[in-house]
């Protein structure tokens, strides 16, 4: 179950870690924590194998504060996924794409949620 989004956010983290906390093989307290919370939220997202992007999801389901490191995570290495695990960003937006197409979020949403 989501086992490629696990994989996408825990590569993201690891980059983030690296970069900002400059940890080498292991992430920090804090970063081990915002991993295990993440994969936590896929394991029981409602949407199981359906689920859209964060962004266009309908359920936010990370606390405030969680949401918000998530957030500069992604911010910091969605650029450098390209370049570190170019495999892993393709199938990433390949998957995301068919989601869309899929089940297409409402443009009325996609606005709303953010």
């Given at each position: 179950?989501?086992?490629?989004?696990?994989?996408?956010?825990?590569k993201m983290i690891?980059?983030?870690?690296?970069?900002?906390?400059?940890?080498?093989?292991?992430?920090?307290?804090?970063?081990?924590?915002?991993?295990?919370?993440?994969?936590?939220?896929?394991?029981?997202?409602?949407?199981?194998?359906n689920k859209p992007?964060?962004?266009?999801?309908?359920?936010?389901?990370?606390?405030?504060?969680?949401?918000?490191?998530?957030?500069?995570?992604?911010?910091?290495?969605?650029?450098?996924?390209?370049?570190?695990?170019?495999?892993?960003?393709?199938?990433?937006?390949?998957?995301?794409?068919?989601?869309?197409?899929?089940?297409?979020?409402?443009?009325?949403?996609?606005?709303?949620?953010?």
């Amino acid at each position: 179950m989501n086992e490629g989004e696990k994989k996408v956010v825990s590569k993201m983290i690891t980059i983030y870690c690296k970069g900002n906390h400059h940890t080498k093989g292991k992430l920090c307290a804090q970063c081990g924590e915002l991993n295990s919370y993440a994969m936590m939220r896929l394991e029981r997202c409602p949407f199981k194998e359906n689920k859209p992007a964060c962004d266009a999801c309908t359920i936010h389901c990370y606390k405030k504060d969680m949401r918000g490191q998530i957030k500069l995570v992604m911010r910091y290495a969605g650029p450098r996924m390209l370049f570190r695990h170019p495999l892993s960003t393709l199938q990433h937006f390949s998957r995301e794409l068919k989601r869309r197409r899929l089940n297409p979020v409402p443009e009325r949403t996609r606005n709303n949620n953010r």
